[in-house]
C-alpha cells in the first residue's frame, strides 16, 4: 500500500508543483476520561454548489471520549453561526462541557472565545 500511495503522489501534478507540505507542529496526545470533556470543533468546506444545496459548509463538533458527532451545514462560516450551534445544538441539549477546543480559524474569532468563556467553557 505504501508503494500505491508513493506511486500516486508521484503522479500528482499539484504534489509534483507543490512539493509534500510537512507538518511543523508536534501532535500532542489528548486524555479524557468521561463524555463532555472536551470537545473539538471545525468546519469543514467549502464544498461547491455541484452537491445541490445552498450549503456550503459543514459545522462539526466532536466529543473527543465517546466520539459523538455533531453536524450542520450552513452557508457561512462565521462566529454567529458557531455560537449559534453550540448553544442550541449542544449546550441546550446535552449539558456544558468542560472544555471546547477551537483552531485559530478567523472564522471562530474572538466573539466565539468571549462566549466559551462566559459559558465557562475554556
Known sequence: ???DLR??????????????AKCSLLLTRVT?????ELLGIDFAGPFSK???????WILVAIDYFSR??????T????????????KKSIF???????GVYIDPGTYFGEKTRRFAEKQGVV
Not at 452557508?75 to 458557531?82: A, E, G, I
Not at 441546550?92 to 468542560?98: A, E, I, N, S
Open 1 to 3: 500500500m505504501a508503494d
Open 7 to 20: 506511486n500516486y503522489i508521484l503522479g500528482c501534478l499539484v504534489c509534483a508543483k507543490y512539493g509534500i
Open 32 to 36: 479524557v476520561s468521561e463524555p463532555m
Open 50 to 56: 455541484s452537491t445541490g444545496t445552498n450549503e456550503k
Open 68 to 73: 459523538y458527532v455533531w453536524a450542520e451545514a
Open 75 to 86: 452557508q457561512k462560516n462565521d462566529s454567529d453561526k458557531v455560537i449559534k450551534f453550540l
Open 92 to 98: 441546550d441539549r446535552f449539558g456544558m462541557p468542560v
